[in-house]
Every structure is written in structure tokens, then in C-alpha cells.
């Protein structure tokens, strides 16, 4: 079973800074990586498939990146909408998700 | 319009079991494989089972492993999850999904509640 490690846990930013997510697996899933963005009472949204790219209508100041074992998702200006909490998913080997980072308002 | 709809969850003592259905509707069902991940309450995702397209291969959690059974009948679009010798810990909202990342695309069902409790 694929292991994915997100880090930090919680993430403290004030709204217009930059958010630096990491991901880690515990062997290479290539690029078969997504990002989900979650809010309370509401199943996942979709951001970022193949490591970096975006899905429909997902804003550009989402970006991810990465291969094999590390991957960074970046939102490059913190909106009051985007305070949430954020999942990786390797999707090489079956499925597998991180354990969150919580962003919150600094 | 994909549409996925859990259901079967409810409250189970320790140690019985409960069938968790999903009715697929909106796309071509056999197309794709297919899904359980479950929520557990102020937790995060995890993955519980997955099966291809035509039941060939399946996979497993290994908090699961050898106590749930995915299945899927392709003529009635839909998607099982037999849930054997349940625990506390598996208390949780189990969503149903496609397997349409790789294409973009994310599709959840509204989940259904399964708490275990005496």
C-alpha cells in the first residue's frame, strides 16, 4: 500500500500570501498525483490531476508540481475562498490520500 | 449528469454486517472503475476499495483487507460494498466515486452513514 505524507498539518496564511502544500509518497507514482480541496459538509473538488494540471474551471493561482515521490501544491494568492483543507491522492496503484493540510486565516 | 447515490448505511452493532449500495447513472457505467472512500467524522479521506471495470481485479485497504467485499453489477449500474465484521473504527461517511481522475474529472455520490455502536 502506497503511503502519502502531506506536511505541514496546518498551514496559518493571511489572505493574498503565497501557500506552499507538500506531499510525499512512499515509492514512485509517477505523475499520477491529484490535488483536492475540501470544506466542511461538501465532498472533495478536483484541482490539480497528473501532478500539474489543472481541471475545468480551476483558478490559475493553483499550480502543482512534482513527480515520482514529492509533490508541491502552490497557491500563489490566498483568496477568502480557498481556506480549506487540501488532500494529495496517488492514483498509480488503486488509490491512495494524505492526510490533509488545514489552511487557515493567520 | 453523473450521478452516484449511496445508501444502505445506518447504525450496526459491533461485529454485524451491512451491505452499502451505489446507483451510477449519467455515464457508461462499465466504462470505468469504481470506488468506496470513506470520511470519518473531523477526519480526513481514506481510500477503502476499488474495482475494475469488468470485477477482474480489485483492491483493498489494508484496514479492510479480509473483512469488506466489493462488487458491481454492470447490468443494473451499480456499485456494493459488503461490510463484514464491523468495527467502531470504521464508523464513517462512505462515498461512492468514478474513476475518471486521470481524465480531469472528479465524481462523488453524497455519501451514506454508517456508524458502529452498541
Known amino acids: 500500500e502506497i503511503v502519502m505524507t502531506q506536511s505541514p498539518a496546518t498551514l496559518s496564511v493571511s489572505p493574498g500570501e503565497r501557500a506552499t502544500l507538500s506531499c510525499r509518497a512512499s515509492?514512485?507514482?509517477?505523475?499520477?498525483l491529484a490535488w483536492y480541496q475540501q470544506k466542511p459538509g461538501q465532498a472533495p473538488r478536483l484541482l490539480i490531476y497528473g501532478a500539474s494540471t489543472r481541471a475545468t474551471g480551476i483558478p490559475a493561482r493553483f499550480s502543482g508540481s512534482g513527480s515520482g515521490t514529492e509533490f508541491t501544491l502552490t497557491i500563489s494568492s490566498l483568496q477568502s475562498e480557498d481556506f480549506a483543507v487540501y488532500y494529495c491522492?496517488?492514483?498509480?496503484?488503486?488509490?491512495?490520500f494524505g492526510q490533509g493540510t488545514k489552511v487557515e486565516i493567520k | 449528469e453523473v450521478q452516484l447515490v449511496e445508501s444502505g448505511g445506518g447504525l450496526v452493532q459491533p461485529g454485524r454486517s451491512l451491505r452499502l449500495s451505489c446507483a451510477a447513472s449519467g455515464f457508461t457505467f462499465d466504462d470505468y472503475a469504481m470506488h468506496w472512500v470513506r470520511q470519518a467524522p473531523g477526519k480526513g479521506l481514506e481510500w477503502v476499495s476499488g474495482?475494475?471495470?469488468?470485477?477482474?481485479?480489485?483492491g483493498y485497504a489494508d484496514s479492510v483487507k479480509g473483512r469488506f467485499t466489493i462488487s458491481r453489477d454492470n447490468a443494473k449500474n451499480s456499485l456494493y460494498l459488503q461490510m463484514n465484521s464491523l468495527r467502531a473504527e470504521d464508523t464513517a461517511l462512505y462515498y461512492c466515486?468514478?474513476?475518471?481522475?486521470?481524465?480531469?474529472?472528479?465524481?462523488w455520490g453524497q455519501g451514506t452513514l454508517v456508524t458502529v455502536s452498541s
Open positions: 474495482i475494475s471495470w469488468n470485477s477482474g481485479s480489485t
Open positions: 515509492q514512485s507514482v509517477s505523475s499520477n
Open positions: 491522492q496517488q492514483y498509480n496503484n488503486w488509490w491512495t
Open positions: 466515486a468514478k474513476d475518471d481522475v486521470r481524465d480531469g474529472y472528479d465524481s
